[in-house]
């Protein structure tokens, strides 16, 4: 069982409210310190591979890894996956019955730079002028690690999510549209609509600053670029709500699970 909630019904809508305006709302101290430590612990050597497999030809620009997570203790955790607050939200958002398609991270290491502005997703009719619908994919971020002004901090721009790139990217260079900059604590989470237009920047540290981005989209969109391999052991402890949850990705045998470099997320800019 996951976590009781933190908020009330009423504050769930006034995030949603703030998040149909600006494309994103943070929830400040919200997850556990304890377990934020244990992933960052099984993190390190999945981060040491993933540099190894892809040194010279990072998919994110210079010096910054995107690596899948394995659906595996800790990252499993239904106080992560299945938080109540943070669904609510994506419910509000996205609407009922949301599917999770991705349980990933980002990480710059020291050598990383600013990349282009961009969005996560194509629009969903693309050539057509426009892109004011309502949401339908999500991105749930959270540091393993205080992000600062030193170390990588995303930049984005606010209420981009609803408008056509064009127009977007054309307010962001004349100044009319501005950026914003997030600095996060160790337990904070960000629930950001992935069309808004945004940016990693450069970490300047020694230490990695991983990110993790566990996706949710509407109930009738599969992204295939994404997956989660469940493990056949897992799926049977899974709540209803979790297996309806992951009902678009794989179950699979316990010893095909690794995600290692299945996914085949490379396209992430547009
Ligand atoms: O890691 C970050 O801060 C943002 C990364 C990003 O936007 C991406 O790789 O698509």
Redesign the pocket.
Known sequence: MPRPARYSSAQHDAFAQAFDRDSLVVLRDHLPLEKLAAWREAFEPLLAAQIAREKDDPN?GAQ?F?VSLPFAAPFCDPDFFEDEDILAIVERVAGPQPVMCQLAS?T?LKGSDY?AW?A?TPALFPGVHGNDTPSFQLAVNFPLCDVTDDN?P?ETTLGTHRMDRHDAMEGLANGSIAQHRYKMKLGDVMIRDVRAI????PNRTDEPRP?VVIGYSRRWLFRPEVSIRVPASQWQQLSPRAQQLLRFNPVVPDEQAANGDVESYRA??F
């Open positions: 994110r910054r995107y980002d710059p990349q961009h996560d990588g995303f945004h940016r990693g920047t990110m992430f800019a």
